[in-house]
């Protein structure tokens, strides 16, 4: 009888950021909360689960989020609580209880980290994903919806992805809605037999979302249903209209898409999204748009929203990889003396900023210049007995192969001129 272990892998859904991934992770992160500071955004960060109902009142009952995907559970004190499958209603629910829109301060805030829907796994779509996350709270005025996707814009442009289009259309408000939701839901009742189960079931709970299905066939049927711009009041035609001309000024080119309705009860007015052919069939980068009910809704401020999100795993697909290497220092140490040297520098050296690594095996010359190949490193330091005596060690730039002997000065100066 075999006695051997099994394994405990990953759960179905999640994957481990390995460290040779997680630079790139970092590399893009900063690059995000970077642009988000220059458009006067700050920080915030909220608990990983929330009460149930917080998501539920936000996101709607009726959601697909809601009715299939959340991992809800009862703790020990009898709560049902639900790891956030988004992030909006926590953002609005963190606004409310501390008071953050009586403070003077700008309501822009930004969020990076894990979300959690449970959902058919496949490429790019994890059951534990991650998301990059903006809210603007308390603006009325079309511009700053045209301010965002211009900064959605910026972030792509900063990160090098090419291949995107802009995707925007209105969903209107709760005055001007339930005239589009009569008109559309009569229209698909006219083609229940044609649509999927699941459409069926949207028909009476939200018509609206007909429109996230990923079926052809339904697809194609929704293309001939009513479109809700045509249903627009004359306080959502002109935001609308204002949204654009605001796009245009910026010279960002756009598509106006009918049937961009978001999956979330809480839109109103402005929807966008972003989108990459390189995605394939879910080719959304980025989406999001203005939700003026929400606080309101919350028993908060009667204070507007607008905002959109990420999902990191879908953009870090499209982010070329770096092409320049950082500078990293592989320090090649022959014997004791030479080891305590190298630890010594080494240390100098990190205090100008530049990555050094020192490694305490018992390695040949060799074998040690093996590894720092492997590694990937710019530049080795080589240190032995002779160079500890003389106060010079060996400095070889590893892409060209060029070896000379330096001073500790001088190769304190050296890297204190590369960073």
């Known amino acids: 009888m075999s006695s051997k272990k099994k394994q405990i892998a990953a759960i179905k859904g999640t994957k481990d950021i390995l460290p040779q991934e997680v630079r790139k992770w970092q590399r893009v992160e900063a690059k995000?909360?970077?642009i988000f500071e220059l458009y006067g955004y700050r920080e915030i960060r909220t608990p990983i689960f929330e009460a149930t109902e917080l998501f539920e009142k936000g996101t709607g009952q009726t959601s697909d989020?809601?009715?299939?995907?959340m991992y809800s559970f009862v703790d020990k004190?009898?709560?049902s609580l639900t790891l956030r499958p988004e992030y909006t209603p926590s953002i609005a629910r963190s606004i409310i209880e501390n008071g953050l829109h009586l403070q003077p301060q700008p309501l822009r805030f930004y969020f990076i980290g894990p979300m959690f829907r449970y959902d058919k796994p496949q490429?790019?779509?994890?059951?534990q994903f991650h998301q990059i996350d903006i809210e603007v709270f308390g603006e009325k005025n079309p511009a700053i919806d045209a301010e965002i996707v211009e900064m959605a814009d910026f972030l792509c442009d900063s990160l090098n992805i090419t291949d995107k289009r802009i995707l925007v259309n209105s969903v209107g408000c709760r005055l001007c809605r339930p005239a589009y939701h009569r008109d559309l839901k009569a229209s698909a009742e006219s083609r229940r037999d044609e649509l999927c189960s699941d459409c069926q079931r949207k028909i009476e709970t939200n018509p609206l979302r007909l429109f996230d299905c990923k079926i052809e066939a339904c697809q194609e049927i929704a293309q001939e249903f009513p479109k809700i711009t045509g249903y627009l009041c004359p306080e959502c035609d002109e935001h609308f209209r204002k949204f654009r001309s605001y796009l245009d000024l910026y010279g960002i080119k756009y598509r106006l898409e009918p049937l961009l309705v978001r999956g979330l009860d809480y839109y109103t007015k402005t929807t966008f999204e972003i989108i990459s052919s390189k995605l394939g069939a879910q080719d959304s980068i980025l989406g999001g748009g203005r939700y003026d009910d929400m606080m309101k809704d919350f028993g908060g401020p009667d204070i507007c929203g607008t905002g959109f999100a990420v999902g990191m795993e879908r953009l870090l697909s499209l982010v070329p990889s770096e092409e320049k290497p950082d500078v990293f220092v592989y320090f090649v140490t022959m014997g004791e003396e030479a080891r305590r040297a190298g630890m010594e520098l080494a240390r100098a050296i990190r205090r100008v900023g530049v990555e050094c690594l020192i490694e305490y095996k018992d390695r040949s010359l060799r074998n040690?210049?093996?590894r720092a190949d492997k590694l990937g490193a710019t530049w080795v330091?080589?240190?032995?007995?002779?160079?500890v005596d003389q106060g010079v060690y060996q400095l070889k730039r590893m892409e060209s192969g060029e070896q000379k002997t330096c001073s500790r000065e001088e190769i304190l100066k050296i890297f204190s001129e590369s960073t």
């Not at 490429?123 to 059951?127: D, E, F």
């Not at 330091?381 to 160079?387: A, M, Q, T």
């Open 65 to 69: 989020i809601v009715t299939k995907e």
């Open 368 to 370: 040690q210049m093996s």
């Open 32 to 34: 995000a909360k970077g």
């Open 123 to 127: 490429k790019g779509r994890y059951r």
């Open 77 to 79: 004190g009898g709560r």
């Open 381 to 387: 330091l080589i240190l032995g007995e002779d160079e």
